[in-house]
């Protein structure tokens, strides 16, 4: 009878997830942080989805201040979202880097124009990394698409991206090259 309650009880406990954390810093003062978690199995996949997160959610700034926030938990029926992720190389592919049609679209389509009045969104394409909001384009934000976008194991310590710890999700440098005497 234990036994068998507790196999009811692992088989009813949720799947281990990995969790991810991520800086973003755009131009003229514009950056976003957020959180995403998918399966653990996936840690060694290819690419994952939109289809295969769990959990995920994205705040945006403006020079340190809070301009909005979007996430998947009360993502309504319209809102623009699709994701690539590269678990084993810990990034975002960007432009030429992502297999397919699309790059990011997180409540904010290749227009950057729809994420709804009062709301939020982030959006990379072949044009620009950049935010949305109040169902504009925030021309302002953006950088060149092919940015480089790295996630991190421990959440920012700032919205500024400035931290040691996005630092440390970069690959290494290569070895300095010593001059032959």
């Given at each position: 009878?234990?036994?068998?309650?507790?196999?009811?009880?692992?088989?009813?406990?949720?799947?281990?997830?990995?969790?991810?954390?991520?800086?973003?810093?755009?131009?003229?003062?514009?950056?976003?942080?957020?959180?995403?978690?998918?399966?653990?199995?996936?840690?060694?996949?290819?690419?994952?989805?939109?289809?295969?997160?769990?959990?995920?959610?994205?705040?945006?700034y403006?020079?340190?201040?809070?301009?909005?926030?979007?996430?998947?938990?009360?993502?309504?029926?319209?809102?623009?979202?699709?994701?690539?992720y590269?678990?084993?190389?810990?990034?975002?592919?960007?432009?030429?880097?992502?297999?397919?049609?699309?790059?990011?679209?997180?409540?904010?389509?290749?227009?950057?124009?729809?994420?709804?009045?009062?709301?939020?969104?982030?959006?990379?394409g072949?044009?620009?990394?950049?935010?949305?909001?109040?169902?504009?384009?925030?021309?302002?934000?953006?950088?060149?698409?092919?940015?480089?976008?790295?996630?991190?194991?421990?959440?920012?310590?700032?919205?500024?991206?400035?931290?040691?710890?996005?630092?440390?999700?970069?690959?290494?440098?290569?070895?300095?090259?010593?001059?032959?005497?």
């Open positions: 009878m234990i036994r068998a309650a507790l196999g009811l009880a692992l088989l009813a406990s949720p799947a281990p997830a990995a969790t991810v954390h991520f800086c973003w810093l755009g131009a003229n003062g514009y950056s976003m942080t957020g959180t995403m978690e998918f399966p653990d199995a996936l840690r060694e996949a290819d690419m994952i989805t939109e289809r295969d997160v769990t959990a995920f959610r994205i705040v945006g403006l020079h340190g201040e809070v301009i909005g926030s979007w996430d998947m938990a009360t993502r309504e029926p319209g809102d623009t979202w699709y994701l690539r590269f678990p084993r190389d810990w990034h975002f592919p960007t432009n030429g880097e992502v297999p397919g049609p699309f790059d990011q679209g997180w409540n904010a389509d290749g227009t950057a124009t729809d994420c709804g009045e009062g709301r939020f969104g982030f959006n990379a072949n044009y620009a990394q950049d935010f949305c909001l109040d169902g504009r384009w925030v021309e302002e934000s953006g950088v060149p698409p092919a940015t480089p976008f790295i996630a991190q194991p421990t959440p920012p310590a700032d919205p500024g991206c400035q931290a040691p710890a996005l630092l440390s999700a970069l690959p290494p440098a290569p070895p300095l090259l010593q001059p032959r005497g």
